[in-house]
């Protein structure tokens, strides 16, 4: 590599009394004029800034010779000596959505339906695992890159070939940090997407990334500005940008992770000095004023072009200095332009990096395929649908030509360090401040890919006011009948206790209590629908018990245990297109089921049950309207101790008591206004305002159903999704309930 002979001749002179700038010169190609280097400092989105100087560069005609850049100033030196102009990585950058290309996960819409049932069973943000050996294990990042590295490797596709960075349009070195030795990483070859990904790998917030066997950090630790690298690659003057790493003030040290944040902080300055220290008269130093704009402050981007821009004409009358003439300026950015690539023949498509799952299995619903053209969108699509299993920390792809003359696309898979056992934990609490309380903790358990085939064995275990255990083991079937591929079998099963309250059905007042204890168990064929939805057919039997436990003394109705169980077929059809499974702000869900079957209580009856439930959102700016119905139908007995449905408690009829109206028929409609209120912390999406209006009953039979019977309610109320599941604190109240304040972390 020629930076490394560089940095031996480098070495040589030194002991013969030249300098290594002297040692560069001698070594590069001569221009007769200065070789001009520009130097990228790190900073996260103040970072962005660097895009303003390039245009002010571009501007003034000064052109660049060599680069060197740490972490986001890697990556913006990087997109520029491929070739790239300043306007159009300004475009590239202001169109991203920082919040989805940062994501942990891909969006809602893109899961399985079986990851995003898992969301209404326990939020998603906090997830652990257990490895071979036993031991609890946690992610290793705050963040996903995983948007970050599909950009990237977008961006950089016109130069994919280049392994030598030398041979790029414009000279590069990315500046990195060995994380196990402590030493700095020059990265002068390989891929370009991956090495302007290892310079960005901030340590808790982005996963440390492995590259030649190093497990590479951010190189703002060792080398936040890499003067010294410009100079090493034959710069004769530096152009310096700093868009520096400020100490945070004593009100952020309160948390592990603002006390985190400021040792990187301390470390990152102390070495910035001394690289600044470095600087010879004849070099420029660019500091933008970014004033309180942070490290994390991506949606301001145009904020810090602009700034980058006004910090770069503070210079302007030396920039002229160094300038071209219009003429040679125009040849120099010619040459320096790739234009365009024409997309090559796939051969093949193969995966590589992991050794837990079997990403071939999913080979054939991809959109990229041997026999046609290359095409970036389809390969980001298939990659995104990769991660979409939940099984990778990283999904990225490169293109790999082989030496036959054959290019395919290789997928590049890195499993979860904490997985193929996960675990998540999480939290229902209920309270109206007046004696009505419920609190549940629980834990799920997902084992995913016991077989090639992609076999998932799915536990929920719920301690507390309703006790529940939850078991499945899903089998993908690998048919394809038609248009439908991908069938699965799936055996499951499910056992509960709940403490049911009886009420006198004009007063409200409570007249008993019973507990209900139910078991089921079944067997589905099923059809996934991509990432639309799911179908399932399926044969349930269940038996339960329903006993008085606490009766008033003028209580009428009647008093002794109740035992049935039932068998039934049963179909069971779910889309959802929600963007949320918690405040949702686009989006639709549809969910229905229908058994038909055998009661046998007291003798044997018919059965039939019908529920289902329909959802949708719709936001304009920070607003959103959610609608909500749900319809549950079923023939069982009028005269049963009570319904088997319910309805009443925050958001499922405010105003009423928790399953104070109930039925073996219920109608409920819900319309949902909410506001987002700010920018939430690191353990919330969003903090919400919000007000609701609903309607509904319940009817011992479905014969007995009357719109005139509804009941209405209403609610106010702060929220937030957090990692533990929603949170509510609102005011409630109802015509023919009562008012009054409820506190709720878990869904309605």
Same mark, same amino acid.
């Given at each position: 590599?020629?930076?490394?002979?560089?940095?031996?001749?480098?070495?040589?002179?030194?002991?013969?009394?030249?300098?290594?700038?002297?040692a560069?010169a001698?070594?590069?190609?001569?221009?007769?004029?200065?070789?001009?280097?520009?130097?990228?400092?790190?900073?996260?989105?103040?970072?962005?800034?660097?895009?303003?100087?390039?245009k002010?560069?571009?501007?003034?005609?000064?052109?660049?010779?060599?680069?060197?850049?740490?972490?986001?100033?890697?990556?913006?030196?990087?997109?520029?000596?491929?070739?790239?102009?300043?306007?159009?990585?300004?475009?590239?950058?202001?169109?991203?959505?920082?919040n989805?290309?940062?994501?942990?996960?891909?969006?809602?819409?893109?899961?399985?339906?079986?990851?995003?049932?898992?969301?209404?069973?326990?939020?998603?943000?906090?997830?652990?695992?257990?490895?071979?050996?036993?031991?609890?294990?946690?992610?290793?990042?705050?963040?996903?890159s995983?948007?970050?590295e599909?950009?990237?490797?977008?961006l950089?596709?016109?130069?994919?070939?280049?392994?030598?960075?030398?041979?790029?349009?414009?000279?590069f070195?990315a500046?990195?940090t060995?994380?196990?030795?402590?030493?700095?990483?020059?990265?002068?070859?390989?891929?370009?997407?991956?090495?302007?990904?290892?310079?960005?790998?901030?340590?808790?917030?982005?996963?440390?990334?492995?590259?030649?066997?190093?497990?590479?950090g951010?190189?703002?630790?060792?080398?936040?500005v890499?003067?010294?690298?410009?100079?090493?690659?034959?710069?004769?003057?530096?152009?310096?940008?700093?868009?520096?790493?400020?100490?945070a003030?004593?009100e952020?040290?309160?948390?592990?992770?603002?006390?985190?944040?400021?040792?990187?902080?301390?470390?990152?300055?102390?070495?910035?000095?001394?690289?600044?220290?470095?600087?010879?008269?004849?070099?420029?130093l660019?500091?933008?004023?970014?004033?309180?704009?942070t490290?994390?402050?991506?949606?301001?981007?145009?904020?810090?072009?602009?700034?980058?821009?006004?910090?770069?004409?503070?210079?302007?009358?030396?920039?002229?200095?160094?300038?071209?003439?219009?003429?040679?300026?125009?040849?120099?950015?010619?040459?320096?332009?790739?234009?365009?690539?024409?997309?090559?023949?796939?051969?093949?498509?193969?995966?590589?990096?992991t050794?837990?799952?079997?990403?071939?299995r999913?080979e054939?619903?991809?959109?990229?395929?041997?026999?046609?053209?290359?095409?970036?969108?389809?390969?980001?699509?298939?990659?995104?649908?990769?991660?979409?299993?939940?099984?990778?920390?990283?999904?990225?792809?490169?293109?790999?030509?082989?030496?036959n003359?054959?290019?395919?696309?290789?997928?590049?898979?890195?499993?979860?360090?904490?997985?193929?056992?996960?675990?998540?934990?999480?939290?229902d609490?209920?309270?109206?401040?007046?004696?009505?309380?419920?609190?549940?903790?629980?834990?799920?358990?997902n084992?995913?890919?016991?077989?090639?085939?992609?076999?998932?064995?799915?536990?929920?275990?719920?301690?507390?006011?309703?006790?529940?255990?939850?078991?499945?083991?899903?089998?993908?079937l690998?048919?394809?009948?038609?248009?439908?591929?991908?069938?699965?079998?799936?055996?499951?099963?499910?056992?509960?206790?709940?403490?049911?309250?009886?009420?006198?059905?004009?007063?409200?007042?409570?007249?008993?209590?019973?507990?209900?204890?139910?078991?089921?168990?079944?067997?589905?064929?099923?059809?996934?629908?991509?990432?639309l939805?799911?179908?399932?057919?399926?044969?349930t039997?269940?038996?339960?018990?329903?006993?008085?436990?606490?009766?008033?003394a003028?209580?009428a109705?009647?008093?002794s245990?109740?035992?049935?169980?039932?068998?039934?077929?049963?179909?069971?059809?779910?889309?959802?297109?929600?963007?949320?499974?918690?405040?949702?702000q686009f989006?639709?869900?549809?969910?229905?089921?229908?058994?038909?079957?055998?009661?046998?209580?007291?003798?044997?009856q018919?059965?039939?049950?019908?529920?289902?439930q329909?959802?949708?959102?719709?936001?304009?700016?920070?607003?959103t309207?959610?609608?909500?119905?749900?319809?549950?139908?079923?023939?069982?007995? =009028? +005269?049963?101790?009570? &319904?088997?449905?319910? *309805? #009443?408690g925050?958001?499922?009829?405010? %105003?009423?008591?928790?399953?104070q $109206?109930?039925?073996?028929?219920?109608?409920?409609?819900?319309?949902?206004?909410?506001?987002?209120?700010?920018?939430?912390?690191?353990?919330?999406?969003g903090?919400?305002?919000?007000?609701?209006?609903?309607?509904?009953?319940?009817?011992a039979?479905?014969?007995?159903?009357?719109?005139?019977?509804?009941?209405?309610?209403?609610?106010?109320?702060?929220? =937030? +999704?957090?990692?533990? &599941?929603p949170?509510? *604190? #609102?005011?409630?109240?109802?015509?023919? %309930?009562?008012?009054?304040?409820? $506190?709720?972390?878990?869904?309605?």
């Amino acid at each position: 590599m020629q930076w490394r002979v560089l940095l031996l001749l480098c070495a040589g002179l030194l002991s013969a009394g030249l300098s290594c700038a002297q040692a560069a010169a001698e070594a590069a190609p001569p221009l007769g004029r200065p070789r001009i280097g520009l130097v990228l400092s790190g900073g996260g989105a103040r970072g962005l800034a660097h895009v303003g100087v390039l245009k002010v560069l571009e501007r003034e005609h000064v052109p660049v010779d060599v680069i060197a850049g740490t972490s986001m100033g890697a990556i913006v030196g990087g997109l520029y000596a491929s070739g790239m102009k300043a306007d159009d990585i300004e475009r590239e950058l202001r169109r991203i959505d920082w919040n989805k290309l940062f994501a942990t996960r891909v969006s809602r819409q893109q899961l399985s339906q079986r990851r995003k049932e898992e969301d209404f069973e326990i939020a998603s943000a906090i997830e652990l695992g257990i490895d071979d050996e036993g031991s609890f294990r946690a992610p290793q990042g705050a963040v996903s890159s995983r948007g970050l590295e599909t950009l990237l490797r977008r961006l950089t596709l016109a130069v994919r070939s280049t392994a030598h960075f030398d041979k790029l349009p414009i000279p590069f070195r990315a500046v990195a940090t060995n994380m196990e030795t402590g030493e700095a990483v020059i990265l002068g070859e390989g891929d370009l997407a991956t090495a302007l990904r290892s310079s960005m790998s901030v340590p808790g917030v982005f996963p440390p990334i492995e590259v030649d066997g190093h497990v590479l950090g951010d190189g703002g630790l060792v080398n936040n500005v890499p003067i010294d690298v410009a100079r090493a690659m034959g710069a004769d003057i530096v152009i310096a940008v700093n868009i520096g790493t400020p100490l945070a003030g004593r009100e952020t040290l309160s948390s592990a992770l603002g006390l985190t944040a400021q040792m990187i902080n301390i470390l990152t300055e102390q070495n910035v000095k001394r690289s600044l220290a470095t600087l010879l008269a004849r070099d420029l130093l660019i500091a933008p004023d970014l004033g309180a704009l942070t490290s994390g402050d991506f949606n301001r981007a145009a904020d810090f072009i602009r700034i980058g821009t006004e910090g770069a004409d503070a210079l302007q009358p030396q920039l002229a200095e160094l300038a071209l003439p219009a003429g040679d300026y125009a040849a120099w950015r010619t040459a320096r332009h790739t234009g365009t690539v024409p997309s090559p023949q796939l051969a093949f498509v193969a995966f590589e990096g992991t050794s837990v799952t079997n990403p071939s299995r999913f080979e054939g619903q991809l959109q990229s395929q041997p026999g046609q053209p290359f095409d970036p969108d389809k390969a980001a699509r298939d990659a995104r649908h990769l991660a979409a299993s939940g099984d990778y920390v990283r999904a990225d792809y490169r293109l790999v030509d082989t030496t036959n003359g054959a290019t395919g696309v290789v997928f590049d898979l890195e499993d979860k360090p904490w997985g193929p056992n996960y675990l998540r934990v999480g939290l229902d609490l209920s309270t109206d401040f007046g004696g009505h309380s419920a609190f549940n903790i629980k834990i799920s358990h997902n084992r995913h890919w016991l077989t090639p085939s992609g076999t998932e064995w799915r536990n929920r275990l719920q301690i507390g006011e309703v006790p529940q255990l939850y078991s499945e083991i899903y089998h993908p079937l690998n048919w394809t009948i038609g248009l439908w591929n991908d069938w699965f079998v799936a055996g499951w099963g499910l056992a509960e206790r709940r403490v049911l309250s009886l009420y006198r059905p004009d007063a409200g007042s409570e007249i008993g209590q019973l507990r209900r204890s139910t078991s089921r168990v079944g067997v589905d064929l099923g059809q996934p629908w991509g990432s639309l939805g799911e179908l399932r057919l399926g044969l349930t039997h269940q038996i339960g018990r329903t006993e008085p436990t606490l009766l008033a003394a003028d209580y009428a109705g009647p008093t002794s245990a109740e035992t049935w169980n039932e068998t039934a077929v049963r179909a069971h059809v779910v889309v959802d297109q929600l963007d949320y499974a918690n405040f949702p702000q686009f989006g639709y869900r549809l969910e229905g089921e229908a058994q038909f079957g055998r009661r046998h209580h007291e003798g044997s009856q018919s059965l039939s049950r019908l529920e289902g439930q329909v959802s949708g959102a719709y936001s304009w700016g920070a607003q959103t309207l959610n609608v909500f119905g749900l319809m549950e139908m079923s023939d069982a007995r =009028a +005269d049963a101790i009570v &319904g088997q449905y319910s *309805l #009443g408690g925050f958001q499922r009829l405010s %105003g009423y008591q928790p399953n104070q $109206l109930a039925g073996n028929a219920v109608l409920f409609g819900r319309l949902n206004w909410y506001m987002r209120l700010a920018e939430p912390p690191v353990f919330a999406r969003g903090f919400f305002v919000g007000a609701s209006l609903e309607a509904g009953n319940a009817w011992a039979s479905r014969r007995q159903v009357s719109l005139g019977d509804l009941r209405g309610g209403a609610s106010l109320y702060l929220g =937030a +999704d957090t990692g533990i &599941g929603p949170m509510y *604190l #609102g005011l409630t109240w109802a015509p023919q %309930g009562e008012a009054g304040l409820a $506190l709720m972390i878990g869904r309605p």
